[in-house]
C-alpha cells in the first residue's frame, strides 16, 4: 500500500517527495526549483562551506557555495557566511535489490570539493546485516583505497524483520534511517555538502536529540556540546593537563551514543581511522570530515544504551576478560628510581595495613631506558624481589614501549637486530627503517599490521620473561609517540605529508609521524 511519507529536512522545506515502496528502503525523488538553491536558510541549517578560515564571497561562491552575510555574535561568523547550496555533490543511479539490501552508483554532478582529485563515480552498498544492525558503506567504484584493517562481521543475508527502514534521495544524495516502531529518523544526511575527494571525505547529518555522548578521546563533559564545536581525532600523546573538545588525546573512537526525546538510544560508528574532524551544531545536526579511506558506517539500533553497546562491540571485537588480580588495588609511579625504593614502598603498604594486589615500575627501571632490559646496579635483585612478591601472592607489571634503539653497539641488543631479520619495523619512503626518537635516543617502530609482528612481540617478551617473571605490561607511547617530526629527517614533502586540509588538530605538528609511511605500508601488507 503506497502512503505518503514527509521527510524533515529544513534545507529543503519546499521539495516534493513521491514515495515508492522497495521492501525494507523508499526512494524519494526531490525537485528544487533552482532558485531557491541559494535560499537564505535558517542559521541553524547552514553547514560550512568553508571550514578552513574566513571566506569573501568570490572565494565562497567559486566553490559553488552560498554567500549571505547574515550578521550575529553568537556563533563563528564563517558559518553564516558561505555554505552549502540545497543542489550539490552526487546523484544515485543503478540501483539494485542485494541479498543484504541494495546497491547503486553515486556520479559526481556539481563541481565538487575544493581539495582536490574528486572521486567521480562512488559505490553505495546498503547492508542490513541483524534486525538492528545497520551497514552503510560508500567507496570508489574504480580503485581500491585504505580501508581500517580489523574483522567485522559477514552477512549474507538480509535481516528478516528490520527494526528500521531505510530512505534514500537521488539528487542531491543523502539517506536516511528510521526506527519504525516511534517513527523517529536516526540519521539523514540528505542536508548538502557531501564531498569525497582522495585527501577530503566529508558527510553531514541530522540528528534526532542533542542528547550525544562519545567522539573521544577528548577532555570534555559526558554529554557533549552543539554549539558549533569541532572535535579533532587523531592518536596524541598529551602529558598535561588538556582540556576542552579542541584537543585530540591519545585514543581515537569516531562512536556515538544519541539518546533520543523517548529515551531510546542509538549509535554509530565511522570506521575510519585517517585523521579526522567532527562538528556538532544545534540544528541538531553533525559534520564529518576526514582526510581518506572511505566510508564505513553502522548503524546500532539499541534500544536501550547497553544493547547499543553490545552490538557495537559485536563488530568491532569484545573487550578481553581480565585476570581477577588485575582488578584489584595497584600501586604505581614513576621516580622510584630504585629497586630498595620500590621494595620500601611495598613495605610501608603492608605496615600501614593498606590492601595492594599489584606492584608497578615505569621506565626508570630500564637499563638506559632500552626495552627488554631492567638496570642491573640501581634494579639488581629485581627477579628475586618479583618471586618474593608472587609469594605474598601479589603480582608485578611494567611498562614497554613501541620505540626500539638503534644506536646499540653491534650486536648487543637483540630487540633491534631481531627486528631487522625479521623486517617487522616502519620504512620510510625509501624503503628504509624510519627512525625517530623516543626514551633511549633515535628509535625504530615495530609495524603492527606486518606478519610477523606478533611473533617478534612474543619472541622479545617471552626472552625477558625469563629473566623476570612479569605478570602484565603496559604498552605506552604506542599513539605511535615521536619526538620529532615525522623522523630525524623529517617529513617527505608530499601532499600526504602537508594535506590539502588539515583536521583541527591541537598542535599538529608535534603528533605528526610519517603519514606517507604508513599509508604505504598498509598496501605493502
Known amino acids: 500500500m503506497k502512503s505518503l511519507v514527509l521527510l524533515l529536512i529544513p534545507l529543503i522545506v519546499t521539495s516534493i517527495f513521491n514515495y515508492t515502496s522497495g521492501g525494507n528502503f523508499d526512494r524519494f525523488t526531490t525537485s528544487v526549483p533552482p532558485s531557491l538553491a541559494c535560499s537564505v536558510f535558517p542559521v541553524a541549517s547552514r553547514f560550512d562551506c568553508y571550514p578552513e578560515g574566513t571566506p569573501d564571497q568570490k572565494s565562497c561562491e567559486m566553490r559553488g557555495c552560498c554567500w549571505n552575510p547574515a550578521p550575529s555574535t553568537d556563533v563563528e561568523l564563517t558559518v553564516f557566511l558561505c555554505y552549502y ?14 541479498n543484504v539490501g541494495f546497491s547503486g552508483i553515486l556520479h559526481l554532478q556539481t563541481a565538487g570539493g575544493s581539495y582536490g582529485d574528486d572521486v567521480k563515480i562512488l559505490t553505495l552498498d546498503v547492508k542490513m546485516e ?9 567507496y570508489d567504484a574504480v580503485k581500491k583505497r585504505y580501508e ?14 528490520p527494526s528500521y527502514k531505510t530512505a534514500y534521495t537521488e539528487y542531491p544524495f543523502g539517506f536516511s534511517i528510521t526506527r519504525i516502531d516511534s517513527g523517529t529518523v536516526l540519521f539523514n544526511s540528505s542536508v548538502g555538502g557531501f564531498i569525497f575527494e582522495d585527501q577530503f571525505i566529508q558527510l553531514s547529518s541530522l540528528l534526532p536529540s542533542l542528547n550525544l555522548y562519545g567522539l573521544g578521546e577528548h577532555v570534555s563533559p559526558l554529554k557533549l556540546d552543539f554549539n558549533w564545536k569541532t572535535l579533532p581525532l587523531f592518536a596524541r600523546d598529551d602529558y598535561g593537563a588538556p582540556q576542552g573538545l579542541q584537543h585530540n588525546l591519545y585514543g581515537v573512537h569516531p562512536f556515538y551514543l544519541n539518546v533520543e526525546e523517548d529515551g531510546c538510544a542509538n549509535g554509530v560508528l565511522l ?9 556538532l551544531q544545534p540544528t541538531p545536526a553533525i559534520t564529518y570530515r576526514t582526510l581518506g579511506g572511505i566510508l564505513d558506517f553502522y548503524f546500532f539500533m539499541g534500544p536501550s544504551p547497553d544493547e547499543v553497546i553490545q552490538q557495537y562491540t559485536e563488530v568491532i571485537g569484545r573487550p578481553h576478560m581480565p585476570p581477577y588480580w588485575a582488578l584489584g588495588f595497584h600501586l604505581s609511579r614513576y621516580g622510584y ?16 595495613g593498606i590492601p595492594q594486589d599489584v606492584q608497578w ?3 626508570d627501571a630500564m637499563d638506559n631506558l632500552l626495552d627488554f632490559t631492567y638496570d642491573p646496579k640501581r634494579f639488581g635483585g629485581l627477579p628475586q624481589f618479583v618471586d618474593e612478591l608472587h609469594s605474598n601472592g601479589m603480582r608485578y607489571l611494567l611498562i614497554q614501549d613501541p620505540g626500539i634503539s638503534n644506536s646499540q653497539p653491534a650486536g648487543s641488543y637483540p630487540p633491534y637486530y631481531d627486528g631487522i631479520e625479521m623486517d617487522v619495523f616502519v620504512k620510510n619512503a625509501s624503503g ?12 625504530v617502530f615495530p609495524d603492527f599490521f606486518h606478519p610477523s609482528a606478533e611473533d617478534y612481540w612474543e619472541k622479545q617478551l617471552r626472552t625477558f620473561h625469563n629473566k623476570v617473571a612479569f605478570d602484565g605490561l603496559l604498552m605506552d607511547m604506542n599513539e605511535v609517540d615521536n619526538f620529532v617530526n615525522g623522523s630525524v629527517d623529517g617529513c617527505p614533502n608530499s601532499t600526504l605529508e602537508y594535506p590539502p586540509y588539515t583536521p583541527r588538530l591541537h598542535d599538529s605538528s608535534s603528533a605528526q609521524i610519517s603519514v606517507s609511511s604508513l599509508y604505504d605500508l598498509v598496501f605493502r601488507h
Request: charged share 20%; hydrophobic share 40%; proline share 8%.
Open 85 to 98: 547550496p540545497t543542489e550539490f555533490g552526487y546523484r544515485l543511479t543503478d540501483v539494485q535489490v542485494t
Open 361 to 363: 615500575n615505569d621506565i
Open 337 to 352: 628510581n630504585s629497586l630498595n625504593a620500590t621494595a620500601s614502598a611495598v613495605q610501608r603498604m603492608r605496615e600501614a
Open 432 to 443: 628504509l627503517p624510519l627512525v625517530g626518537k623516543v626514551w633511549p635516543g633515535t628509535t
Open 271 to 279: 570506521l575510519n581511522s585517517n585523521a579526522m574532524e567532527i562538528v
Open 148 to 161: 581500517v584493517p580489523i574483522p567485522t562481521p559477514v552477512v549474507t543475508a538480509k535481516a528478516s524483520f
Open 130 to 138: 541483524t534486525e538492528r544492525r545497520l551497514h552503510v558503506k560508500i
